[in-house]
């Protein structure tokens, strides 16, 4: 086995040697890439951080899996973030190895023994999510002596909601199962939760107070402390006519199903990925060539733009250059061979946008750069810092970009 080598497969985003402009037009302007270029936004993920912690009572872990990339973790420790949701060993060693401060917490339902070891062992982490009693077992095993010191946190399973992107399906012990599984990890736990996610992107405060409800009957059923509440992520942003609820129509809910479901007491967590960092990041594109109203263009769903394929998403988007052509409705493709490298929109851009052009693609700071692959030896993208407000505001976070 010493002759197995790991590596990965996406090459990492590339930093310019020289200091740069810290405007998306100027950058561009001077860099002409022909390659992706990641626009950061360091002080609108601080904004957000800080507005989504001035608005949640309680401690906010920011799920790691969004947007990995060290500058964004910096940002979101700028805004006050100390605590991390990992779900691998990977993220749990790069949160670490940034900040010996930070409390991580292991919230993958399903661990190898080796990352559960390692993550208990050698970067200090406490709090473990199950949703099984195999996993239960195996937690124990690998953390054995910890009682005093474990955290265990037991996600419960949501009937499919009516977030952009469900859950429900993969992950959650169903009722009984999940009163049994707090009765049995109560000896072994010297901190007890109930977690769960109602989907991603979700627009309805309500599903927050309907999973709390359930929590809540789960919690008095099992007839043991409980000392912690998570309620996940999924807090929406705005994208193209999507304005969602404001932010304080979540924490409103969220405090009321609390407080009527006699969980006062608990500590509370969230788990924000999407709103604390989509803002936060944008895309800029290159037109290689234009069909009608189909633009062929350098990133696609292989790339950035994952959630622009099949998941439907439309990204706010800006020609980089002026143009007194009305809006016309465009789909991009990107550059894979593969013909499901197809991004429908519609994307509203002048009507006279023509190959050569760069197209800015807003609100990718969330699952973008995060899923990109190697296919097809489309991997390399640049990165900049840059100082201009992100290109749609979501109600509540009162980001005020340094511009
Ligand atoms: C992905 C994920 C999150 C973050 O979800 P967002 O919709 O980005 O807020 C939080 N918790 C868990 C367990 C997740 O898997």
Redesign the pocket.
Known sequence: MTDLRFRGAVAPLRRAAQPLPRSVDAVVARLRPEEPLHCLRPATIAGAAQAFRAAFPGHVLY?V??NPEPAVLRALWEGGVRHF?C?SLGEVRLVRSMFPEAAIHF?HPVKARGAIREAWTRHGVRDFVLDSAAELAKILEETAGGDARRGLVVRIALPKGSAMYD?SGKFGAAHADAVALLRAARPHAAKLGVSF?VG??CLEPAAYARAIALAGAVIREAGVPVEVLDV????PVAYPEITPPPLSAFTTAIAIAVAEQGLGALELWA?????LVAGGASVVIQVQQRRDGTLYVNDGVYGALSDAGVPGFRFPVRLLRGSSADLAPFAFFGPTCDSADYMKGPFLLPADVQEGDWIEVGQLG?YGASLRTAFNGFDRAGIVEVADAPLLETPGYGIAAAA
Request: include cysteine; aromatic fraction near 4%.
């Open positions: 799920a899996k969004c949701d779900a919230m859950l996610h991603s992107q996940g992520g999924g807090y788990e924000p990925g999407r709103a969330a």
